[in-house]
């Protein structure tokens, strides 16, 4: 059943579409890589597009004819007459120009690959459709993520002067070499963060064996024995970890004053694992109720003790679910902020995060802010993307049981 007449009208909708997407983000990404202003023309992006997008379709010329236009497009954006006009110097704008060419060119080619010169049928039409989403998607998300991460690294190499002079110029100037990274040895000498570094790490550490230590137990006697309040056990684990932080702060701050733990190290390793003992409950009882209860049957039968059965069995089978729960703890101790503002006032003490709300201070410069961010985010993320197989298969273990 056909339900459009002609693949030119996809054709030309999805190219003028795609043409507008991809020429703000290269205006944008033209704009932070080399300084000079890029903004993109909508409706000669419009436009273009649409002409572009019914000539693919109509497969004029083969793979010449395509490339023929690109290099038309090409001329026509270092003109200024395309969808990107370019106020930046000639170089700045050829690049630019080649960009928006070439990468229009070959995602159309991918996004048209069931559109054809003819009456479309509803699955061609769906095909076209999602692959235009799909790219869409995949565009945006990457500029959520990438845009504040890349402002942010940049801004840590500029020096005052730069920041005053044009404070949305985001490139980098190369030549400056080693002095690009002023800031940062600016950080480690003058602003103490080498402890900040260890003392996070040593706090993340210790949460995450103390939250291991009662996890492990609490989620395999959940997950394995039976006895009076198990299900409702099990169904409020995560009620506490769902009552804000703000809520206990006024509480905690109180009775840690009164304790004589408040501005303590100690202090900060007792109570980060009061907020990350809930969920690693709830991750491990669902991969514990997943592993086969016969094979720790068998272990009792061969006169293992309850403990011996966890220690020799169910942890090593559960290694995937460990990594990522140890991970995810890591990750949760590493950025948290409002416990370590509230309750550490000595700079000699300071995690990472509370360090860098320090240097939120007119009296320090930006660039000092943002590599102190750069610090407390680039750790973390290698970690994460070295360990990401292993968190991956243990949040997704035990969700099938058998």
Known sequence: MTVLRQGYIIGALTGALWMVVLSTTAAVAMSFATGDPFRPSIILGLVIGAVWGAFLVSGIGGRAGRWGAAIIIFCVNVLGLGPMVMESSLSSGIVGAAVLSLSFLLSMDRILESCAARDLTRHEWEDVVIRFLTGFGYIFFTAAVFIPFYVMVMTSFKNQSELIQNPLDF????????????????????????????????????????????????????????????????????????????????????????????????????????????????????????????????????????????????????????????????????????????????????????????????????????????????????????????????????????
């Open 171 to 402: 490139s980098l100037d190369i030549s400056k070499g080693w002095e690009l990274f002023r800031s940062y040895s600016e950080l480690f000498g003058d602003f103490n963060f080498g402890q900040y570094l260890i003392t996070s790490f040593y706090i993340s550490v210790l949460t995450v064996i103390i939250t291991l230590a009662f996890s492990i137990p609490g989620a395999y006697a959940v997950a394995r024995l039976r006895f009076k309040g198990q299900a409702a056990f099990s169904r409020s684990i995560l009620l506490i970890y769902m009552v804000p932080m703000i809520v206990l702060a006024l509480p905690i701050y109180i009775a840690f004053s009164m304790t004589g733990l408040r501005n303590s190290i100690l202090g900060i390793v007792m109570i980060y694992p009061v907020t990350t003992i809930p969920v690693a409950l709830y991750m491990l009882q669902g991969y514990f109720r997943g592993l086969p209860g016969e094979v720790e049957e068998a272990g009792l039968m061969d006169g293992l003790g309850r403990l011996a059965v966890i220690w020799k069995i169910t942890l090593p089978l559960s290694l995937p679910a460990l990594a990522s729960v140890s991970l995810y703890v890591f990750m949760i101790a590493w950025n948290e902020f409002l416990l370590a503002f509230m309750l550490l006032d000595d700079p000699s003490k300071f995690t990472l995060t509370r360090g860098i709300a320090s240097l939120n201070s007119s009296e320090i410069p930006r660039q000092h802010l943002m590599a102190g961010a750069v610090i407390a985010t680039v750790p973390i993320m290698v970690i994460f993307l070295g360990l990401e197989r292993f968190m991956t298969k243990g949040l997704t273990a035990g969700s099938v049981k058998g």
